[in-house]
């Protein structure tokens, strides 16, 4: 196997074996592509001045580097600018790895030849890497024998990973196509894991619906700097495209000008849900229920219901409908039925053997805590809130919130501060 | 950031907007005086008089200088010491840095420990007893994540350090010759003074100090916009924290070192509280040494596995399980039950443990200086951020200084010279 770092510094010899200059860079093009071919090589003569050598006129990369033409026959190479320069931008750098969803550090870079071409091919993230470039290599495979074990190496193909620099638009768009790919939380926890510049970059890189999935998976402190790196206007776009709840939560967060500001630029129906939300206490049912749920008035069959559903608004929006909620004229709470006995029941029958005409409900001042036990104790996938005197519905809480009150996602449990 | 939504910038918001950037800077100056703090100036106060005052003048201005290029580092590219050293200069210069932060922290964590087991020792308790208690105590909090809540606590006990101010001012030192100390340089090239000398550098500027600035200020996010900000919380917080460091060492060279006592023992380094409170020294000493120790170490283990597993790309941060993360808790865990066991090694003395850990650390403090001068003065990290002229000549010059100080240390034997201990 070969590997960039062994290039690293090597004397180039021409087709004579006469020394041309030492490598200081290798430059790959087509990196969308699954092996990067290797355009040319980079010989640094001074601070800054650059010699180039293309990939044709190269004959081996190893034991030693050596051209197939003479230093005079060599060809010039103009760098195009789409080329990326593996010791500069990528060795040493972080990097997404997209199948293990998580940034790692690349710690040597695998090339080979393919076909006629020499090819970059995958990112080595492991510890054989880290013992190579130490020159430790023979030393740790040693001890590891001894030791009857084995140094696992780490290579990641090129195409399981998004190199990522601010700096370099070009790179941002490749990695942002593969990175919008993974679950919303693994994009939340990798835009953490990041440094702030390269963060902020991929963050403006995506659709207001993506950011808006990831905020909704990143804790507090990080959906505050996260938003406020965006322009007001782009921020307000993004928490429409929240959940109102979650919304609310990011909301009540900022400072009060900042949020009223933004509540202003929303879009007004938006903006009014989530202005009621932020009217409830912080750890209430009220603050973690979504108001975007199905409900349907009392008293239709099973057939009339889904019909009713398929051209409902609210129940469009609801995210996961484990239950239609059945209300009267004054939006009051009458009962429930889980979504699978309504899909089950014959269309034409009265579904009263179905309902549960006095279901499980809190009030939206209840503690997230109470929500919780309440869903746990009857065994419920969504609990609804009522106002405590008309019985109005409010809205509803989902497992999924209610699971996130009394075990925070272990992630979002961030570092201490240092002093 | 924020600005940019805040339309309206009015003195309050700009108060509120202070307040928020504010931190970083006062917090690392407070730890100026952590265990091995306050065991180095009392040392140096009670053995060589006012005679170090001079020097608590040079770091200070050495203190600003280097704090204030971690925190513009971390202010302009967002990322962590380690980070940038490892895409910078590559595995080897990094796991050599990291080895050596590695050691210099593992020492100041040890001299934190050391603190504690002081501090104890003082109110009568044995080591055996707390050390190990502290240890668990520490590791328990940082790791259930609970460690926030305590910190307030921990913060004030800190405190106690200021009853140094007071003290001085009671004991009515001449102030006269107070202030000549402070401009007059005096040198011997006794070893024992210059492991003191380099002591007293390496308590205030800590390798450890310029990871954590770096690092606090990226992790806030600060904007350039606002740099100014940050780089007045960064002067103010070093100054202040040396204005104490200059007490400490006014307090013990009028109450002890005018009266022939060289501070060996907490015992005896309590004893410079006693003109204020009488005998209730101990207590407010041990409480002062404790709530230090016990937030250093809390801190110290964790940022130093953090640092090194970032340089090298492994698993790090509380939000992974141990399995995932083995090296990090690896490290965290190892430097504290190292530390532990150190400590508690029959009859090793505790009060030079303290202070020669911090000797150590501004030898191995050049390392670090070097790699973050040569970063901060690299324009494709840094920009048009880069040091100025005046701050270069300052920061080599300090980078020179620590040098020169360590090569003296190491000649000096040759010369006939008693070597110290």
């Known amino acids: 196997m070969l590997y960039a770092s062994q290039l690293q510094g090597q004397q180039v010899w021409d087709a004579w074996g006469r020394p041309v200059g030492r490598c200081a860079d290798v430059l790959v093009g087509n990196i969308d592509q699954q092996f990067p071919p290797l355009r040319a090589l980079a010989l640094r003569d001074g601070e800054d001045a650059e010699r180039f050598i293309p990939a044709g006129c190269i004959s081996s990369l190893y034991p030693s580097i050596t051209l197939s033409v003479t230093q005079d026959k060599r060809k010039p190479y103009t760098p195009k600018g789409d080329e990326m320069w593996l010791f500069d931008r990528v060795l040493d750098r972080q990097i997404v790895d997209t199948e293990g969803r998580r940034v790692v550090r690349v710690n040597d870079l695998q090339m080979a030849r393919v076909g006629e071409q020499f090819c970059l091919t995958g990112v080595d993230v492991g510890s054989t890497g880290l013992l190579r470039r130490l020159g430790l290599e023979q030393i740790g495979q040693a001890v590891a024998r001894r030791l009857h074990r084995s140094w696992e190496s780490h290579v990641i193909p090129w195409e399981d990973v998004a190199p990522l620099q601010h700096e370099d638009p070009l790179r941002l768009r490749v990695s942002h196509e593969r990175i919008t790919r993974l679950p919303p939380a693994d994009i939340a926890a990798i835009l953490n894991d990041l440094d702030r510049p390269t963060g902020e970059a991929l963050l403006h890189s995506f659709s207001d619906e993506d950011l808006a999935d990831a905020l909704e998976e990143s804790p507090a402190e990080v959906q505050v700097a996260m938003l406020s790196s965006l322009t007001p206007e782009r921020a307000a776009d993004v928490l429409e495209e929240m959940d109102p709840d979650e919304a609310a939560d990011l909301l009540a967060d900022l400072p009060e000008k900042t949020s009223a500001q933004l509540l202003d630029l929303m879009e007004e129906a938006d903006a009014a849900e989530v202005r009621a939300l932020l009217a409830y206490p912080e750890d209430s049912a009220g603050g973690i229920m979504t108001t975007e749920f199905a409900h349907a008035p009392i008293g239709l069959h099973a057939g009339e219901l889904l019909a009713y559903l398929r051209h409902s608004e609210d129940a469009r929006e609801d995210e996961v409908m484990y239950y239609v909620y059945l209300i009267d004229d004054a939006h009051r709470l009458c009962g429930v039925i889980s979504l699978r006995d309504l899909v089950m029941a014959p269309p034409d029958a009265d579904l009263s053997p179905w309902v549960e005409l006095d279901p499980v409900k809190v009030n939206s001042y209840t503690a997230q805590q109470d929500v919780a036990y309440t869903m746990a104790k009857y065994d419920l996938l969504a609990v609804p809130v009522v106002e405590s005197e008309t019985g109005a519905l409010l809205g509803i809480v989902t497992v999924d919130d209610a699971i996130d009150t009394v075990l925070p996602t272990a992630w979002k449990k961030r570092l201490p501060r240092f002093f | ?421």
């Not at chain 2, 100026?32 to 770091?59: C, E, H, K, Q």
């Open chain 2, 1 to 421: 950031m924020l600005k940019r939504i805040l339309k309206l910038p009015s003195w309050l918001q700009r108060l509120g907007f202070y307040l928020t950037i504010l931190g970083p800077g006062l917090i690392t100056a407070s730890a100026d005086n952590d265990a091995p703090g306050i065991a180095t100036y009392s040392m140096a106060g009670s053995t060589y008089g006012y005679r170090f005052l001079w020097l608590v003048v040079v770091i200070t201005l050495g203190e600003v200088i280097v704090q204030e290029m971690a925190a513009r580092m971390g202010a302009v590219t967002g990322k962590g010491t380690a980070d940038l050293i490892r895409e910078r200069f590559g595995v080897r210069v990094t796991a050599f840095a990291m080895l050596c932060l590695l050691i210099a922290n593992l020492g100041t964590t040890i001299a934190q420990f050391a603190g504690v087991a002081a501090g104890t020792e003082l109110l009568g308790v044995s080591r055996y007893v707390t050390v190990p208690l502290a240890a668990v105590l520490v590791a328990y909090l940082v790791l259930r994540g609970s460690y926030e809540h305590v910190e307030k606590v921990l913060l004030v006990l800190c405190l106690a350090a200021l009853s140094y101010v007071f003290t001085a001012f009671a004991v009515r030192p001449q102030w006269g010759e107070v202030l000549r100390n402070a401009v007059t340089p005096t040198f011997t090239a006794d070893p024992a003074y210059i492991m003191a000398v380099l002591a007293t550098i390496g308590t205030t500027i800590t390798p450890w100090g310029i990871v954590y600035m770096q690092a606090s200020v990226a992790d806030k996010r600060v904007n350039l916009a606002d740099y100014r900000y940050t780089r007045l919380d960064v002067m103010f917080g070093a100054t202040w924290g040396n204005v104490v460091s200059a007490f400490i060492i006014i307090t013990t060279a009028t109450t002890l070192y005018a009266h022939g006592i060289r501070v060996e023992s907490a015992e005896e380094a309590a004893l410079a509280l006693a003109p204020l409170v009488g005998a209730g020294a101990r207590y407010l000493f041990t409480a002062g040494l404790l709530g230090a120790s016990l937030l250093a170490a809390s801190v110290l283990p964790l940022s130093t596995a953090y640092a090194v597993c970032e340089a090298f790309g492994w698993e790090r941060g509380l939000d992974h399980k141990g399995r995932d993360a083995r090296i990090f808790y690896g490290l965290y865990v190892g430097m504290i039950v190292l530390s532990v066991a150190v400590v508690l090694l029959p009859g090793i003395p505790l009060f030079p443990l303290m202070w020669l850990s911090q000797s150590l650390n501004a030898i191995l403090l050049p390392v670090l200086l070097v790699l973050v001068l040569k970063l901060v003065n690299n324009r494709r990290v840094m920009g048009t951020w880069v040091n100025s002229r005046v701050q270069n000549v300052l920061a080599w010059g300090l980078t020179g200084l620590i040098v020169l100080v360590t090569l003296t240390l190491l000649v000096s034997p040759l010369f006939g010279v008693q070597a110290p201990l």
